[in-house]
Every structure is written in C-alpha cells, then in structure tokens.
C-alpha cells in the first residue's frame, strides 16, 4: 500500500481555509483534546536524519485521527498508512520531551522513502522490550504493560506475538494508547473477555483508540471476520457499530462547523443506533426534508423526512435499496468513514420505485 494521499477534508471547498489560530466550538473542542495528545506540536527548525534516527517508532492509530488532522490543526497530516480495519500507522520520532509526526516535509528534506525508515522504527520498538512487557491475566489472556502510549504499535512486532502461548492466530484490540490485548482466535472465553474489556473503554473513554479486532494471518494482519451465527457476533457488531457511531459524530462536528463557516446550505446527517428486540444494534440516519444538499452516513436504514406521510410515520428505506434504485443520485464524498452526497431529492417514480 502507498502513503496516505492528502486527507480528503482538504479538498472540500474551503474547509482547510480556516483563519490563522481559530479554533473550533463544542464537541469539535473536545475531540480537540484527543487530537492534540496523538500530534503535539513539531519542535521548531527541521531535524536531521542522522539525529532523527535513533528515535524513530512506529505509531499505531485510528485512521480516522489522520483523516482529520489537517482540517483540526490547520497542519499537513503525517504521512500514514493504512494498516487493517480502521487502524493506520505513521513514523514518529520520540524525543524525551516531544514527539514529531513524520510529515511529507521529512520525508522530502531527509531524502529516504517510508518504508526504509518503517524498518528502523520497527527495530527501535523492539529495543525497548520484549514479551516480558506482556502480563499473563489468565491462560490465554495477555495485556501489554510498556505504558508508553506505543502499546498498540507493538502489533507491529509479530515475532513478539507469535511466540506467546495462544490457541490459534493471534488477534488483538488497541482500547486506548496504553493498551494491546492479545488473545488466540480459537478461543471463544478469551475473545469475549476481550471484547468486553474494549467495550466498555470505547463507552467510557472518548479517546478510546480502537475496539474492532485484528487477527495476524501469514504475518499480515486483517480484521477478525465472525458470522451471524458466531457465539460472538453480535458483539463485534456492536463494537463495530458503536466505532463508527463516534467517528461519524466527531466528523459531523467537525463539518458542520466547515460548512457553517463557509456559508454552504450542506446538512451532515446523523448516525443513531438502537437496540433492537433480539439485542443486536442497527443503525440510522435521517435524511431531511429542509436541506437542499445532504451527505448521509452509510447506516442500515434511511428515515425519509421529506417524503409523504403514511399511516405510520414517515417511510424507511434500506441503505441496499438506495444504492440499488437512486446510485444515479449517490456521490462518494471521499470521507473516512464514507458519507454520500445528494444534490437533490429523487422524483415521483423514483421515490414509488424506491418504496415499492
């Protein structure tokens, strides 16, 4: 995979053309907080390569943090790539007392591609510890004790993994900076610890990292898949769920103040959950009646506000049934996670097309 492209916040019109120093209100503010813990502020005049190298690491991260960097601090976001599910990883050179996110500018000025310095950033992590950072809480059952708030880039190290006792693959969840909880594929009570322990850090903990889970297959890492029918599914769907539920809502914020700022008639629909009979979780959005152009998150139902009434309320329509019967009127905005614009409302018979 090739280093990340300029995030695609940059490209909406206007959005990276905020005024010198301003900062953004509400839950933009606090997600700010976050944002500003993972990218402190670059040390002033550039760092040479040869002074660079001995503090070079790997950093895990959501992807979603990278995809919004720019238009939050108003800086060119560190040069990322994407690493499994939702996660993505960057370089950082990690001086005792700050850090410096390795942007296009470094890799410009110091001359040498991504991958070689992903390299020596990887033997770097591993010079800091070994497995014995890893604590036992039950057969089967690992967490990460370093601390260091690199936890989750251990992940990167699957030599250090490979050799812990696990049943199956190794699979791991990031719930936050500090931690890496590591357990065996094949091992039902030890995957629903973990799930658990992740899901209620990613209720509790607006900079949780990242619940969904990853499994380390042939050395390369891909998201832990599980059926319907898996004793575990409904609560990766609920992780899942509940991960995209708070990335959509900091990237709403973070639109609606773009486009606030801007002066553009855009409305940012929203992204709800609810708990259905069974206990599993569906999602959402509401596509309103007032907003001349509309970008809708990718949920299961669509609630159509602006459509004639019924008996009922106000008809719902499935996300699969608007790709299928209005794809001529879906637009890809170029987001992480996905929204989908709408210029204008679908006609008479394509509204009794999409009911029917």
């Known amino acids: 995979m090739a280093p990340n492209s300029p995030s695609p916040f940059v490209e909406i019109p206007g959005c990276a053309a905020q005024e ?69 990883v960057s370089l950082v050179v990690d001086l005792p007392n700050q850090d410096l996110d390795v942007g296009p500018a470094e890799l410009d000025a110091w001359q040498v591609d991504f991958d070689r310095l992903m390299q020596t950033a990887r033997s770097n992590l591993l010079a800091r510890g070994g497995d014995r950072a890893f604590q036992s809480l039950g057969h089967g059952r690992y967490r990460s004790s370093w601390r260091d708030s690199l936890d989750g880039s251990r992940m990167l190290l699957p030599g250090l993994l490979k050799r812990l006792p696990l049943q199956g693959d190794p699979v791991v969840l990031v719930p936050n900076r500090n931690t890496l909880l590591v357990v065996g594929a094949d091992d039902l009570p030890g995957l629903r610890w973990a799930l658990e322990c992740t899901s209620r850090d990613m209720n509790e903990d607006l900079a949780a990292v990242e619940g969904s889970p990853l499994r380390l297959r042939n050395y390369h890492w891909e998201a832990f898949r599980a059926g319907e029918d898996h004793p575990l599914g409904a609560l990766l769907g609920r992780i899942e769920q509940l991960r995209l539920k708070n990335d959509y809502a900091q990237q709403k914020a973070l639109l609606d103040e773009c486009h606030r700022w801007r002066g553009a008639a855009v409305t940012v629909a929203p992204y709800h959950l609810e708990t259905l009979p069974a206990g599993a979780v569906s999602s959402f959005t509401v596509w309103s009646h007032a907003a001349q152009e509309v970008w809708l998150p990718e949920a299961d139902r669509i ?31 170029g987001l992480f996670p996905e929204r989908y614009r709408f210029r204008a409302l679908p006609q008479a018979d394509q509204l009794e097309r999409l009911l029917a």
């Open 20 to 88: 010198p120093g301003q900062r953004l209100a509400g839950p933009v503010a606090r997600f700010g907080r976050f944002l500003r813990a993972l990218g402190r502020p670059a040390p002033k005049g550039s760092l040479a390569l040869a002074d660079a190298l001995p503090w070079l690491v790997p950093k895990v991260r959501p992807r979603f943090v990278y995809e919004t960097f720019t238009m939050r601090t108003g800086r060119p976001a560190p040069v990322f790539r994407p690493l499994a599910g939702a996660l993505a």
């Open 303 to 333: 609630n159509l506000a602006w459509a004639p009434g019924a008996p009922q309320g106000r008809p719902w329509v499935s996300w699969q049934a608007a790709q299928q019967r209005l794809c001529h009127l879906l637009e890809p905005v």
